[in-house]
């Protein structure tokens, strides 16, 4: 798989879905190859771009159960194959290129919301720059790479849905709540809906 079929399924490119991609497609080498269902596990620690590209490349997904995000804001991913548990855990230690002045103040300019033809124009670059430096570095430039067996999570679990009797809307039975001795989704049950 290519980037640019990364870049077709994200919308865009960037460098955390360079990071993504470099992540991934060293993953599958390590781990021999995409998952078709559940045999292959990722565990992300952020929700960058960068998972986009874990998804497409490594057929890990929220859908089928073999993507679990933990929340950490971690630039790691651990990948499990099923049934043995061997793993391999990928930090990464990538250190961006310098930036220059005009850079660092286009990118605040940016981030603060303009979208002037000058700043558009030093913020593509920049992340161009950054994506091919990306693209370029060697494994070793990029990550931490460590061998691990662990027990795999378990296989996604299907459960019947029950009906909230507040909203109508229909709940997953382990999330569902109990609110005036009647069924209820999390936000009927919380109060938020």
């Not at 490349?57 to 061997?86: A, E, H």
């Amino acid at each position: 798989m290519s980037f640019d079929d990364v870049v077709s399924f994200h919308g865009h490119a960037c460098p955390g879905l360079a990071i993504g991609y470099r992540v991934s497609d060293k993953a599958l080498r390590e781990m021999g190859g995409r998952a078709e269902d559940e045999e292959l596990v990722a565990v992300v620690e952020n929700n960058s771009c960068a998972v986009d590209a874990v998804q497409v490349m490594t057929g890990c997904t929220f859908g089928k159960g073999n993507l679990i995000f933990r929340d950490y804001g971690k630039q790691v991913y651990t990948f499990i194959r099923r049934p043995s548990g061997d793993a391999v855990r990928i930090a990464v230690n990538w250190v961006s290129p310098d930036e220059t002045d005009e850079e660092k103040e286009a990118w605040r300019k940016f981030s603060s919301g303009e979208r002037s033809d000058d700043v558009m124009r030093i913020v593509h670059a920049r992340k161009a720059r950054k994506i091919k430096a990306i693209m370029d570095a060697t494994d070793e430039e990029l990550f931490e790479i460590k061998r691990l067996r662990v027990d795999p999570p378990r296989e996604a679990r299907v459960y019947p849905s029950l009906r909230c009797e507040f909203c109508g809307e229909k709940v997953m039975e382990p999330r569902a709540r109990v609110r005036e001795g009647k069924v209820a989704c999390i936000p009927c049950a919380e109060g938020e809906a």
